[in-house]
Structures are given as C-alpha cells and as structure tokens.
C-alpha cells in the first residue's frame, strides 16, 4: 500500500467532492450529502481516494439507491450491504471514489461522527497518520485489522455523552447501573400515562433494560443521546431522563422526571444544557417538541425555554384521557436570543 501526504491528494479530492456533490444534489434534493474519509481531515495522510456520505430519509432509501445507479455509481461487490447502506463507486476520476448511501436514521451515521471528532482532535490525526505510515508495505488484512482498532477507539469517545452540571443537578449519559433506580422511578403510571400509547403498560419488570438495549445504546452518540439526571448531591438515583434524537417524529426530545420531584421546576433546569449542546455542538438549526394537550407541566417546560407554539395533532398517549399533541418548534436563532443561555 502506498499512502500519500495531505499535499499530495487533498485538493483534488475537494474539488472532485464539489462535482460529484453539485450533481447528486441536482437529483437527490432532499439528500444529505457530505465529504468524508481522510480527505475531509486536514492534515490527514490517504491512499488518495475520495468517500462520500449520502444521507437520506428511511422511506427514500431505496428510490435514492435507483437513482443513484441510473447516474452511473455502481453497488460495490463483497461490501457490507443492508437495508440502511450501501456502497457504490464512481469510475469517472482517476483516482477511487465511493459513495456510501446511508439511511439517515440508522448507526451508519458513524461516518460523519469519526470525521468530525478528528476534525476537533488533531492528536488522534497524527495516530492515525502513524498507523498509515507504518502500514506501508503491510499485509492488507493486518492493515485493517489496526485500522479497525483505531477507529473503534475514536467511535468509544466520540460516542461518550458529555456530563453536565447545573445548580442542583447533575447529567451523564445513562449506563446499566442506572436501571435499578431509573426503572422504579419510571414504572408509575402518574409519569407512564403521559407518555406515547407505544410505552406499555403494566410496565414490563425489565422494560427498561429492553429499551436501553434495543434502541438507546446502539444509537447512543450517533444519532441519539439520553442523559440520566440526578440530584447534584445523591448521584446513586436516576430522577429522570432527557432523550434527544436527529430524526423527528415530529419531536426531536423527550423526558419524564420521578413524581416526587414535580414541581421543583427541575425539568426545565435539565433541559437548558441539553439545548445549548444539541445547537452548539450537534448542529442542530431547530428542535420540535411535543406533549399531551393538559400535560400542563410538560407544556410549562416548553413556554419557560422561549419554544413557540405551532398547532394540536391527534394523537394517542397511555393514558386514554389524552387524544391530542401540542407541537412546539424551537429554532437556534430564537434560543440564542431568548436570554435563558448566551
């Protein structure tokens, strides 16, 4: 194998991204499209190719795969290959070029979170220019092997959640020691009941292990993040959660808090750090809300953080008392200038 230096290769590589991403763009409007690999690093050592991320919606997975053929990409054999990707390279250049199409809702998203957090630590680009330098001339299958190492240590960090502190408490991203004590909080109807119809109830005994396992932890730091919240000095009891996502549906959060602590205005407490991340840091431009029309507290959560209201859906929760959802939109302007955070 042959690596090339940074000067070597990477403004090629940005030029050829702009071609390809201005005509995948032109069919694909709705499509997420970004440069990714080692030549969206600076200062990052290549064999020279180019990698592109093609994010789309779970429903336009399979219409984007067409299109994308019909432009000339063709599907690449012996890859890893799912309902939420697929690789397909580009002949036109003289040099490698891929695309990965990626349904954005799905752990493939991991391309854009190794990407970014090289870009943040330029100690971690210079161990990976080393492992390239020292391959040169390995055998291939070893290569990948360190490769595959090094980037699963990058996944671990960049997937840890940040812990936050505020006057009276303290978030951490949510781990098994936190089950015990999250699931005798959660398993109340008084907190269940405003939840969606899809939370069942009885509660299962081991509900919230089941949820943690099959749709939090796999995603968690890629295209989800749930904090464990707790009081600030009795860090043994989960009091709560806030659960953020990419993908709305249409809400982009939710929480619940233990009964016990209603009232103590703790959930808007906890949502402020959220928020400043999920703008700052994750990149989002707006976040949608929603909750249970006479979900009084829930609603207060919205109004104290500068959220405007939008309009009532149908909707269905546990409790059979609630038909109909609040929804509420938050934009990054708005929240900036709201005067709750800077």
């Not at 036109?92 to 799905?106: C, G, M, P, R, T």
């Not at 119809?197 to 509660?203: A, I, L, Q």
């Not at 299962?204 to 749709?215: I, S, T």
Request: aromatic share 12%; with cysteine.
């Amino acid at each position: 194998m042959i690596f090339l230096e940074p000067h070597q290769y990477q403004a090629r590589a940005d030029e050829v991204f702009g071609i390809l991403q201005e005509k995948i763009k032109a069919k694909l409007p709705r499509a997420q499209i970004e440069h990714i690999g080692s030549s969206a690093i600076k200062g990052a050592v290549s064999k020279g190719d180019l990698d592109l991320f093609v994010g789309v919606e779970t429903k336009d997975f399979p219409a984007a795969l067409e299109t994308l053929k019909s432009m000339g990409f063709s599907p690449k054999e012996e890859t890893l290959r799912t309902e939420e990707l697929c690789m397909l390279e580009c002949f036109d250049f003289d040099f490698d070029v891929a695309v990965q199409l990626v349904d954005k809702s799905s752990i493939y998203v991991f391309f854009l979170l190794f990407r970014d957090f090289l870009r943040r630590n330029a100690d971690f680009v210079e161990r990976y220019n080393d492992l390239k330098r020292e391959s040169a001339g390995m055998d291939q299958e070893k290569y990948r092997e360190k490769k595959s190492e090094f980037i699963e240590e990058v996944l671990t960090k960049a997937r840890k959640l940040p812990e936050f502190e505020t006057e009276r408490l303290f978030l951490r991203g949510v781990e098994a020691s936190d089950i015990p004590t999250y699931q005798r909080n959660f398993a109340d109807y008084e907190v269940i009941q405003h939840l969606s119809h899809k939370v069942p109830w009885p509660f299962p005994e081991n509900g919230v292990r089941d949820f943690l396992e099959a749709v939090i932890w796999p995603k968690q730091g890629i295209n989800r993040w749930a904090w464990a919240l707790f009081e600030k000095e009795k860090r043994d009891e989960v009091i709560g959660i806030v659960d953020l996502w990419r993908e709305g549906c249409p809400e982009n959060r939710g929480f619940w808090l233990a009964k016990k602590h209603w009232g103590k205005g703790f959930m808007t407490e906890a949502v402020n750090p959220v928020m400043d991340y999920a703008f700052n840091e994750l990149g989002f431009e707006k976040l949608v809300f929603s909750n249970a029309v006479g979900n009084v507290r829930s609603r207060r959560v919205k109004e104290k953080t500068g959220a405007r209201f939008l309009e009532v859906r149908p909707a269905k929760f546990v409790s059979p008392q609630y038909t109909e959802q609040e929804v509420w939109e938050l934009k990054k302007e708005d929240w900036k200038g709201s005067g709750k955070r800077k």
